[in-house]
């Protein structure tokens, strides 16, 4: 599992890091400011290949791929991580080695997750606006969160031996002070 969990994430991170670069880099060339729909961001592309015959169904097929990869990518992990974390918090048996009929509250969330995801497409909300709003949510719940996290693994009545290194602890400061930055300048933005 561990191995596995190595590969997910230097693939998703490298997907990541794809996407930021690219879209940065074509975006601005183009003066693209706004991305309101998926094919907005297909259209995105377009400059990518524009010296190709048909560059439009190109920049359209070269999105469909790319949405469809990280979705085969990113549904089962997410989806999976929501299962294991109701799971853990209810004490339920969970693993993906065990059978439906033996952990049946994790395999039910694994699908009502997949299903959530699948019914947004359906009741008109916007993918892209729902990104945004997700990722704004995941940076201001990330501040607390990273604290707890800084607190928890620096005590040694708690983590024993397993205590945070000074680098560790050095790093996690960054990041809480970085992000906890980002929040407070976010939310005066947003009310002044």
Do not use: C, Q
Not at 85 to 112: C, E, P, R, T
């Amino acid at each position: 599992m561990r191995l596995d969990n190595s590969f997910g994430m230097i693939f998703s991170e490298f997907a990541t890091w794809s996407i930021i670069v690219v879209a940065a880099t074509v975006l601005h060339n183009s003066g693209v400011k706004n991305i309101n729909t998926a094919a907005d961001a297909a259209k995105a592309i377009e400059p990518l290949v524009h010296s190709f015959p048909h560059a439009g169904f190109l920049s359209k097929l070269i999105f469909s791929i790319g949405i469809i990869g990280l979705g085969m990518l990113a549904i089962p992990v997410l989806s999976g991580s929501a299962a294991y974390s109701v799971a853990n918090a209810f004490n339920w048996k969970a693993s993906l080695n065990l059978k439906f009929n033996k952990a049946k509250g994790f395999y039910i969330i694994i699908i009502a997750a997949t299903l959530v995801g699948l019914l947004l497409n359906f009741i008109g909300v916007n993918p892209v606006k729902a990104l945004v709003y997700a990722a704004v949510l995941n940076g201001v719940a990330a501040v607390p969160l990273l604290y707890l996290i800084l607190k928890i693994s620096s005590d040694e009545n708690i983590m024993g031996e397993f205590k945070s290194k000074t680098i560790s602890k050095t790093i996690l400061w960054i990041t809480f002070i970085a992000m906890g930055a980002a929040a407070v300048a976010m939310f005066y933005t947003i009310f002044n």
